[in-house]
């Protein structure tokens, strides 16, 4: 039962990875084909002012990827049962409700941080190829690429609650979306973030979960 329900939530989260997977590699490739081509003088000059690892211009890109994957995610594996209608025959099954929400969460997030995990791993790679004498690796470097990959993920738990919900009006509907948005906005802002915006973030998280579980247990699949 465990390996049919983890093998149905792979395949049909599948072309979202792909999707992913494209999108961060253009941008290591976009990176890496822009570090090659610059002069000595522009390298030079880029070394003086390394604060992250890949260029500073692919920040607000990577933040719309890892939004947009951790968004498509929470919907392909809630909204998929529901245009098949698949929710009834899944939710009647002997390990009960929780127990399919709960799969459903762990691949979806697992998937997530393999994915997030993966570019993480080879911006770290870069960073250490790319380093001198002079101007070190350090990895304060990667800093805002594991706040986008954190943050990401309280998206995806927002975004499945939100396909998970019912609600005859879809402004309702959105309600978690909504207010994970302005949640986003805050936590974004928050200087010295991983002093004071990672705890929160965590319990935020913590809490989202929990209410997926609980709107799970309530929620009518009639």
Same mark, same amino acid.
């Given at each position: ?5 983890? &093998? ?44 992250? %690892? ?13 939004? $947009?994957? @951790? ?55 870069? $960073?250490?190829? &790319?380093?001198?004498? %002079? ?16 943050? $990401?993920?309280?998206?995806? =738990? @927002? ?18 979306? @909504?207010?994970? $948005?302005?949640?986003?906005?805050? =936590?974004?802002? %928050? ?26 247990? %309530?929620?009518?699949?009639?």
């Amino acid at each position: 039962m465990f390996k049919s329900m983890m &093998r149905k939530e792979l395949m049909e989260t599948l072309p979202v990875m792909a999707i992913a997977g494209f999108l961060y590699a253009l941008i290591l490739i976009s990176d890496a084909f822009e570090y090659s081509w610059a002069s000595d003088g522009v390298l030079i000059n880029q070394m003086q002012r390394w604060t992250t %690892v890949l260029h500073d211009q692919f920040i607000d890109v990577l933040w719309m990827i890892a939004f $947009g994957f @951790a968004i498509l995610l929470g919907l392909v594996q809630t909204l998929t049962d529901s245009v098949q209608g698949t929710w009834g025959y899944l939710v009647h099954l002997p390990p009960g409700r929780r127990w399919i929400i709960s799969s459903k969460l762990l691949v979806g997030g697992g998937v997530y941080v393999a994915c997030t995990g993966l570019f993480l791993l080879v911006c770290v790679m870069i $960073g250490w190829t &790319r380093q001198t004498a %002079v101007y070190p690796f350090r990895w304060s470097m990667m800093s805002v690429y594991v706040q986008i990959s954190l943050i $990401g993920m309280l998206v995806y =738990l @927002a975004t499945f609650l939100t396909g998970l919900r019912p609600a005859r009006w879809y402004g309702s509907r959105l309600l978690p979306l @909504a207010g994970c $948005g302005l949640l986003v906005w805050v =936590l974004i802002g %928050v200087p010295q973030w991983w002093v004071y915006g990672f705890a929160p973030l965590l319990v935020f998280c913590g809490l989202l979960v929990g209410v997926i579980l609980y709107v799970g247990d %309530v929620r009518d699949y009639t």
